[in-house]
């Protein structure tokens, strides 16, 4: 959340921390970074490019063509001719067959990779990777994924992971429709 990462900057650590927010379009999601406001959900993807380009932002294409995960890629492609990188490497995919075709479509465009692990929990974190040569700063990093200083790649999570998250995800759901059921 962008309180999250408001609070993740005010605290001295080692870590280095990009601001950023993953914002869901109409087309599907749009990671930002660079930015610490919000941007609504719900808009057009080319709409939330030019706001986010307003504040400055990194703009990156995740998991474009997974069938499950809201990607842009499937729907509208003038999502990826905006953006400035594409996932290449998402480590929650069973298969990956939605990898390669993002591969092959940021080559084809010329656009940079980076890899990603798809965490909305700590416990995922670090499973894909994006490599950027760069100092270690945020201002120089968002420049070098720009400007495809960058390598991807990972490991693909667990899939006693990627199992037990969904589960849960799926019963929370489940739970969720129930208690609106009963509330009518």
């Given at each position: 959340?962008?309180d999250?990462?408001?609070?993740?900057?005010?605290i001295?650590?080692k870590?280095?921390?990009?601001p950023?927010i993953?914002?869901s379009?109409?087309?599907?999601?749009?990671?930002?970074?660079?930015?610490t406001?919000?941007?609504?959900a719900?808009?057009d993807?080319?709409?939330?490019?030019?706001?986010?380009?307003?504040?400055?932002?990194?703009?990156?294409?995740?998991?474009?063509?997974?069938?499950?995960?809201?990607?842009?890629?499937?729907?509208?492609?003038?999502?990826?001719?905006?953006?400035?990188?594409?996932?290449?490497?998402?480590s929650?995919?069973?298969?990956?067959?939605?990898?390669?075709?993002?591969?092959?479509i940021?080559?084809?465009?010329?656009?940079?990779?980076?890899g990603?692990?798809?965490?909305?929990?700590?416990?995922?974190?670090?499973?894909?990777?994006?490599?950027?040569?760069?100092?270690?700063?945020v201002p120089?990093?968002?420049?070098?994924?720009?400007?495809?200083n960058?390598?991807?790649?990972?490991?693909?999570?667990?899939?006693?992971?990627?199992?037990?998250?969904?589960?849960?995800?799926?019963?929370?759901?489940?739970?969720?429709?129930?208690?609106?059921?009963?509330?009518?």
């Amino acid at each position: 959340t962008v309180d999250g990462v408001k609070h993740a900057l005010t605290i001295p650590s080692k870590v280095l921390v990009i601001p950023g927010i993953e914002v869901s379009t109409r087309q599907g999601h749009l990671l930002i970074l660079g930015i610490t406001e919000v941007i609504p959900a719900g808009l057009d993807v080319v709409d939330t490019v030019n706001i986010a380009r307003g504040m400055g932002a990194l703009l990156i294409l995740p998991h474009p063509y997974h069938i499950w995960r809201h990607g842009v890629g499937r729907k509208k492609k003038a999502g990826l001719a905006v953006v400035d990188a594409i996932e290449v490497f998402n480590s929650r995919y069973i298969v990956g067959s939605a990898n390669s075709k993002a591969a092959r479509i940021a080559r084809r465009m010329g656009k940079p990779c980076v890899g990603g692990s798809d965490a909305h929990n700590a416990k995922y974190v670090g499973y894909g990777r994006t490599y950027v040569d760069a100092e270690k700063n945020v201002p120089a990093i968002l420049y070098a994924i720009r400007a495809g200083n960058v390598s991807c790649g990972g490991k693909k999570t667990p899939l006693r992971t990627y199992t037990r998250q969904s589960l849960s995800n799926t019963w929370r759901k489940i739970r969720r429709i129930t208690r609106c059921v009963q509330l009518r």
